[in-house]
């Protein structure tokens, strides 16, 4: 076989390609890996319970289209958040993030308090 007809087999760009093995030691995907904090949701909400110690229950309410009918709705849902000084009382519009979880059912922590009750 001549140098060309070997080149032409389909072997030259298997070269090229970078395995599994070699990918998780390059510094570039480990640095990928290890920056992920900066995708974590951030909800808007407000406070409907501050009862619990350190805790808050935030209520965000989202709205959106009908996918078949097009009329507006809306649903809520409650989130259990770490409030570590306490500050937020009810009626409060907050904004919360994702976090590790916190305990069996905090999962969120408060970012930051928007607006305070009149």
């Known amino acids: 076989m001549s140098e060309e007809a070997k080149s032409d087999n389909g072997m030259e760009h298997l070269q090229d390609t970078v395995s599994p093995a070699d990918s998780a030691e390059s510094p570039s995907v480990e640095m990928a890996v290890s920056n992920d904090r900066g995708h974590r949701k951030v909800r808007t909400g407000v406070v409907i319970g501050d009862g619990a110690d350190k805790t808050i229950t935030v209520m965000v309410e989202r709205r959106f289209s009908h996918p078949l009918y097009g009329k507006g709705v809306k649903r809520s849902k409650r989130y259990h958040v770490h409030d ?6 009810v009626g409060d519009t907050v904004r919360i993030v994702e976090t590790r979880p916190l305990s069996k059912t905090k999962r969120w922590r408060l970012l930051e308090t928007l607006g305070r009750k009149a």
């Open 84 to 89: 570590e000084s306490n500050a937020c009382r």
